[in-house]
């Protein structure tokens, strides 16, 4: 997963309060420098932008070659080809599924995954799953109101008591924000606030 985004950050500060080992992933030396100063915890930081990173390497020499529980992303590499484009510092569906551990489950929200002959065979030999992360599902669905209601209820009790925090970036006005919007980068370190004064 991109550790350094938001989404990436509030991942790895729930499961740290869970008691989960964490390994994560980043693209560049400013992610590093920022998760190794903030988040001291993390088992282990594999840089995807680096030319000789091996995920499925470091994940199994960090798990004792039995693999990941839950592997959480932020985007896959839909590429199967090599002579097609890949995106750099995001993994392949391969690698995902390669670094499962039995019983694994990879949380993805592409929504446009396709998984090949190839790939399906890797998980039903890991008796593994993917689970699909579509935030809107929630409201969508007036019987498991009730449930996340209770999961909104814990994260905010958690980031009341300060074990959960929000990496603040930068803040902007109300006034600014579609121009500001326009001009965010497509990887950045924590959160982005819209004031509303």
Partial sequence: MSAASAFGLTAIQLAHSWGAKIITTVCGNEE?????????YVAQIIDMGSRN?????SVMEETGHLGANIIIDAGVNMVTDETQDAVVGV????DIISCLA?????ITSQMNLQLDP???MLLQMRNASVHFLFENAWTVSHTQQGRYLHILS???EKLASGLLKVHVSRTVQFTDADSVLTSLP?????????CMN
């Fill in 91 to 94: 993994p392949s569906k391969h």
């Fill in 102 to 106: 039995v019983n694994g489950r990879w």
């Fill in 32 to 40: 590093r420098g920022f998760l190794e100063k903030n988040y001291p």
């Fill in 154 to 156: 814990e994260l905010m």
């Fill in 118 to 120: 190839p790939d399906s």
């Fill in 53 to 57: 990173c091996s995920l499925i390497s």
């Fill in 186 to 194: 497509e990887r950045q370190i924590g959160s982005t606030v819209m």
